[in-house]
Protein backbone atom coordinates (compact mmCIF):
# COMPACT_ATOMS: atom_id res chain seq x y z
CA UNK A 1 0.00 0.00 0.00
CA UNK A 2 1.16 3.26 -1.14
CA UNK A 3 1.88 6.15 1.71
CA UNK A 4 -0.48 9.49 0.29
CA UNK A 5 0.44 12.62 -0.47
CA UNK A 6 -1.08 14.12 2.68
CA UNK A 7 -1.60 18.80 2.64
CA UNK A 8 -2.98 18.52 6.35
CA UNK A 9 -0.27 18.61 9.11
CA UNK A 10 -0.47 18.19 12.80
CA UNK A 11 -1.22 21.21 14.81
CA UNK A 12 -4.05 22.31 12.16
CA UNK A 13 -7.36 23.86 12.72
CA UNK A 14 -9.58 21.56 10.59
CA UNK A 15 -13.45 21.54 9.76
CA UNK A 16 -15.48 18.21 9.42
CA UNK A 17 -17.47 18.06 5.91
CA UNK A 18 -19.67 14.98 6.74
CA UNK A 19 -20.67 12.70 9.70
CA UNK A 20 -22.09 13.28 13.06
CA UNK A 21 -19.92 16.07 13.37
CA UNK A 22 -20.50 17.95 10.41
CA UNK A 23 -19.38 21.83 10.73
CA UNK A 24 -17.57 21.55 13.67
CA UNK A 25 -13.94 22.69 14.00
CA UNK A 26 -11.15 21.09 15.48
CA UNK A 27 -7.18 20.67 16.00
CA UNK A 28 -5.44 17.44 14.47
CA UNK A 29 -3.82 15.48 17.21
CA UNK A 30 -2.47 12.82 14.47
CA UNK A 31 -2.05 12.06 10.76
CA UNK A 32 -2.03 8.63 9.82
CA UNK A 33 -0.68 8.55 6.55
CA UNK A 34 -0.38 4.63 5.72
CA UNK A 35 -4.51 4.78 6.30
CA UNK A 36 -5.05 8.60 4.73
CA UNK A 37 -6.67 9.49 8.24
CA UNK A 38 -6.71 12.00 10.96
CA UNK A 39 -7.10 12.54 14.24
CA UNK A 40 -9.35 15.32 15.21
CA UNK A 41 -9.50 16.92 18.76
CA UNK A 42 -12.87 16.44 20.14
CA UNK A 43 -14.66 14.97 16.98
CA UNK A 44 -15.50 11.69 16.00
CA UNK A 45 -16.16 10.65 19.69
CA UNK A 46 -16.57 7.37 20.70
CA UNK A 47 -17.22 5.82 23.96
CA UNK A 48 -14.83 2.91 25.57
CA UNK A 49 -15.44 1.23 28.34
CA UNK A 50 -12.18 1.25 30.54
CA UNK A 51 -11.26 -1.55 33.40
CA UNK A 52 -10.32 -0.87 36.83
CA UNK A 53 -6.42 -0.99 36.99
CA UNK A 54 -6.35 -1.77 40.69
CA UNK A 55 -8.71 -3.74 43.41
CA UNK A 56 -11.05 -0.87 44.71
CA UNK A 57 -10.45 1.21 41.84
CA UNK A 58 -13.78 1.78 39.37
CA UNK A 59 -14.29 1.09 36.13
CA UNK A 60 -15.16 4.11 33.67
CA UNK A 61 -16.65 4.99 30.34
CA UNK A 62 -14.31 7.53 28.66
CA UNK A 63 -15.14 9.22 25.29
CA UNK A 64 -11.86 9.18 22.72
CA UNK A 65 -11.51 11.12 19.51
CA UNK A 66 -11.52 7.99 16.45
CA UNK A 67 -9.49 8.59 12.92
CA UNK A 68 -11.82 10.26 10.15
CA UNK A 69 -11.00 9.99 6.52
CA UNK A 70 -8.94 12.41 5.50
CA UNK A 71 -11.38 13.36 2.67
CA UNK A 72 -13.94 14.33 5.23
CA UNK A 73 -11.95 17.13 6.84
CA UNK A 74 -10.63 20.59 5.06
CA UNK A 75 -8.53 23.29 6.46
CA UNK A 76 -9.75 25.59 7.71
CA UNK A 77 -9.23 29.45 6.87
CA UNK A 78 -9.55 32.15 9.13
CA UNK A 79 -9.32 34.63 6.71
CA UNK A 80 -12.10 32.80 4.33
CA UNK A 81 -13.94 31.45 7.55
CA UNK A 82 -14.61 28.25 5.76
CA UNK A 83 -12.63 24.92 4.90
CA UNK A 84 -10.68 25.43 1.99
CA UNK A 85 -8.26 23.55 -0.15
CA UNK A 86 -4.50 23.74 0.17
CA UNK A 87 -2.29 25.82 -2.53
CA UNK A 88 1.37 25.67 -2.52
CA UNK A 89 3.72 29.07 -3.33
CA UNK A 90 7.39 29.56 -3.13
CA UNK A 91 8.71 32.24 -0.75
CA UNK A 92 12.26 32.63 -1.13
CA UNK A 93 13.53 29.24 -0.31
CA UNK A 94 10.78 28.00 1.09
CA UNK A 95 7.43 26.11 0.10
CA UNK A 96 4.30 27.62 2.24
CA UNK A 97 1.24 26.62 2.04
CA UNK A 98 -1.86 28.64 1.27
CA UNK A 99 -5.68 29.20 0.40
CA UNK A 100 -6.84 28.86 -3.09
CA UNK A 101 -9.58 31.15 -2.36
CA UNK A 102 -8.15 34.03 -0.72
CA UNK A 103 -4.36 33.12 -1.29
CA UNK A 104 -3.50 33.91 2.45
CA UNK A 105 -0.68 31.84 4.07
CA UNK A 106 -2.26 29.00 6.65
Not at 11 to 34: C, F, P
Amino acid sequence: MTQLKVKIKKGDEVIMLAGKDRGKKGKVLKVIRKNGRVVVDGLNLIKKNRRPKRQGEKGEIISMPRAVDISNVALFCAGCNKGVRVGYRLSGDQKVRICRKCQENI
